[in-house]
């Protein structure tokens, strides 16, 4: 039941990282806030892998000790296999600093997630599950709150100084106000499943995430061990190229499997335990992050390609700097948009250094090759795969990617 006495300051949309990072980071400060989830939590969700530099999020929102008592699978590095079946030696996070944060952890997402939303109820978020989110609603052009649909299936309107937009892929801003920018040259599908008793690395390279590329490069394989022994496994590859015209999901999987010796090596003999799932993966970003009296967090802001499992880090990252920017404009009395959005650009750029990655991969970039021909830029590369996007000097990893592109060029000719 919501409290018409007690107006929130704040309303989230979605209960995923996003929301309930935003949300827990908000009710910290002392704001009050409501999160309204279409869902009762747990619920599945893809994006099992975490990258490390969540540490810091996750240490605001007091989630270390939860995840450290938890069952998931520490995660240490992150390995490539070519489609030739070469593996790379490992990257480790630990190459740039040896730190509790140079471990992340293989989650499953129904648990993850789940956690992070009683966390948020802990630090006295009112949470509403089973709630959908029928509309934003605007005076003019600032949001002045929500319309919902409660558990009784009446519709309510709910107000409240500043609307966060947590509300997945389903990014009912992006639609409402008409700001998606696509990026097509990432129009992406997965198919994906889980095998128990599939085969795992020894000692610390057991929680690896290995990405292991397809026959003439067209596609990946992630493989993703997570606890009770469990791996997610699921390929990726061009929309149409997965898609169209090749029969059932379960037929393309088990052909690009053949496709990929070492990824069928590795489930070999092992027992296939749930269906098998599909989605589309468009990469497209938000034309602004944030509005007068609105703010989009997560993917309702952007999502990117899941190669390097940046999307969890972005969330919990564009949900602490928006709580952020809310807390100080609900202090000054400013939640204009000049206010909510003085981290967009920041962010936004850190995000394109993920996507150049993503880019240059598809493209053919090779890590090893790249780091023996660069091994000052050995560190850049990891704190590109740890998610640490955010600094400048990183610009320069891709500069000498392009002088290694224009080199072996020149070689060929
Ligand atoms: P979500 O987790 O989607 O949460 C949004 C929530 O909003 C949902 O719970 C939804 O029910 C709720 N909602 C939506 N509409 C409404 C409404 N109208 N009213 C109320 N509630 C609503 N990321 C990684 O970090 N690592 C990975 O390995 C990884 N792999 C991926 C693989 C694939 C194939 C894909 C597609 C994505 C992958 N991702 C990965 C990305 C990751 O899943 C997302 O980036 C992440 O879940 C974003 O969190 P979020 O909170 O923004 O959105």
Not at 261 to 276: D, L, Y
């Amino acid at each position: 039941m919501i409290d018409i006495q007690n107006k929130p300051q704040v309303v989230v949309i979605g209960g995923g990282p996003a929301g309930a990072t935003v949300s827990t980071l908000l009710a910290q400060q002392g704001v009050r806030v409501e999160l309204f989830e279409r869902e009762k939590f747990p619920r599945f969700h893809i994006g099992e892998s975490l990258i490390p530099e969540t540490y810091w999020v996750l240490k605001r929102l007091n989630m270390l000790p939860k995840l450290k008592d938890s069952q998931f699978i520490k995660k240490y590095s992150v390995q490539f296999v070519s489609d030739s079946g070469k593996q790379s030696a490992p990257f480790y996070f630990h190459d740039n600093k040896d730190h509790d944060c140079s471990q992340t952890w293989q989650v499953r997402r129904s648990e993850f997630d789940e956690m992070m939303l009683r966390n948020a109820e802990e630090h006295g978020v009112k949470t509403h599950e089973g709630v959908r989110v029928l509309d934003v609603l605007f005076d003019g052009e600032r949001a002045i709150g929500i319309q919902i649909m409660d558990e009784n299936g009446e519709k309510r309107d709910v107000h409240a100084d500043v609307v966060v937009d947590a509300s997945g892929q389903s990014s009912m801003l992006i639609n409402k106000l008409k700001l998606r920018v696509p990026d097509p040259s990432l129009n992406k599908g997965s198919i994906w499943t889980y095998y128990k008793g599939a085969k795992r690395d020894p000692g610390r390279d057991e929680g690896a995430t290995t990405v292991l590329q397809v026959e003439n490069k067209q596609g990946w394989f992630w493989y993703i061990p997570l606890h009770d022994d469990i791996v997610s496994i699921g390929v990726v590859g061009d929309f149409d190229y997965l898609f169209k015209g090749r029969g059932s999901h379960e037929q393309v999987f088990a052909e690009e499997l053949e496709r990929c010796p070492a990824a069928k090596m590795r489930v070999e003999g092992a027992e296939q335990v749930t269906k098998i799932f599909a989605t589309k993966d468009f990469t497209y970003k938000s034309k602004q992050a944030a509005g007068d009296g609105w703010v989009l967090i997560g993917d309702a802001l952007g999502f990117l390609d899941p190669l390097y499992s940046s999307g969890v880090l972005l969330a919990l990252k564009s949900g602490e700097l928006a709580a952020d920017a809310i807390v100080e404009g609900l202090k000054k009395g400013d939640t204009s948009r000049n206010q909510l959005a003085h981290w967009e650009r920041e962010y936004m750029v850190g995000m394109e250094r993920m996507r150049k990655l993503v880019c240059e991969y598809y493209d053919g970039f090779n890590f090893g090759r790249f780091v023996r021909r660069f091994p000052n830029h050995r560190g850049d590369i990891t704190d590109l795969l740890i998610g640490d996007l955010f600094k400048d000097s990183l610009d320069e990893v891709f500069e000498s990617i392009a002088t290694m592109k224009s080199e072996s060029e020149m070689m060929a000719e």
